[in-house]
C-alpha cells in the first residue's frame, strides 16, 4: 500500500540555521499540505499545495516558510531562519480524491 | 469558520472499560469528518471516518456516528485495550475549505 514518507526523521539545528524538510507524497494525490504539532498541543495547519502553488496558508506560516515541488516528487518545507519556538514535529500529508487526508510519520524539528 | 471541539484529556481507564471521546463541529458546508489516532512516538493514523450525515465509521472495534442534528461525531469503544493509549484527534474537512482542522487531542491511557 502506498504511503507518505518524509526525511528526516529527527532534525537538530542550531536558532538562525536554515533547515529543509522532505516529504514525498503518494503519487496520485494533488493537494498536499504541512502541518505541525508543537509537542503536547494541538495539530496546527501550515500550508497546502495545488498546482505548484500555495492555495492556503495559516498566520503561522510567515516569510520565514516557504514550500516547493521541485520535480514532481518531493515536497520540501523550508524554515530560512529557524527560531526556538519552531521546535515541532512536522507533517506533511497527501489528500485523495476524497477529501481524506494521508500523514508522513513526521519530522522532529529541535531548535537548540 | 469551521472548526472541531472535542472532550479535553487526560483521559485514564482501566482495561475493558467503556471508552467514549466527545467531539463536535461547526460547519458552514457538508463535511466530512474522521478520527486520527497518534501512538506515542508516531505520526498521525486515520482511525475511521465519516462522509455524509448518519454515517457510522468504524475500525479496530471503534465506532462513531456522524449527527447533523446534534453536529457530533463521538468516539466510543466497547471493551478498551492498553494498546489503545495513545492520543485520539477528531478532525473535519470541508471541500470548500481546502484543509482539515483538527480537535485539540485527547489523550487516553488505559491501564491493566
Known amino acids: 500500500e502506498p504511503e507518505v514518507t518524509q526525511t528526516p526523521s529527527h532534525q537538530v539545528t542550531q536558532m538562525g540555521q536554515e533547515v529543509i524538510l522532505r516529504c514525498v507524497p503518494i503519487s496520485n494525490h494533488l493537494y498536499f499540505y504541512w502541518y505541525r504539532q508543537i509537542l503536547g498541543q494541538k495539530v496546527e495547519f501550515l500550508v497546502s499545495f495545488y498546482n505548484n502553488e500555495i492555495s492556503e496558508k495559516s498566520e503561522i506560516f510567515d516569510d520565514q516558510f516557504s514550500v516547493e515541488r521541485p520535480d514532481g516528487s518531493n515536497f520540501t518545507l523550508k524554515i530560512r531562519s529557524t527560531k526556538l519556538e519552531d521546535s515541532a514535529m512536522y507533517f506533511c500529508?497527501?489528500?485523495?480524491?476524497?477529501?481524506?487526508?494521508?500523514f508522513g510519520p513526521g519530522t522532529r524539528l529541535t531548535v537548540l | 469558520g469551521n472548526s472541531v471541539t472535542q472532550m479535553e484529556g487526560p483521559v485514564t481507564l482501566s482495561e475493558e472499560a467503556f471508552l467514549t471521546i466527545n467531539c463536535t463541529y461547526t460547519?458552514?458546508?457538508?463535511?466530512?469528518l474522521f478520527w486520527y489516532v497518534q501512538y506515542p512516538g508516531e505520526g498521525l493514523q486515520l482511525l475511521l471516518k465519516?462522509?455524509?450525515?448518519?454515517d457510522k465509521g468504524s475500525n479496530k472495534g471503534f465506532e462513531a456516528t456522524y449527527r447533523k442534528e446534534t453536529t457530533s461525531f463521538h468516539l466510543e469503544k466497547g471493551s478498551v485495550q492498553v494498546s489503545d493509549s495513545a492520543v485520539y484527534f477528531c478532525a473535519l474537512s470541508d471541500q470548500a475549505d481546502n484543509d482539515m482542522r483538527f480537535g485539540a487531542g485527547t489523550r487516553l491511557t488505559v491501564k491493566p
Open positions: 500529508a497527501g489528500k485523495e480524491y476524497s477529501g481524506l487526508l494521508f
Open positions: 465519516a462522509t455524509k450525515a448518519d
Open positions: 460547519a458552514t458546508g457538508y463535511p466530512s
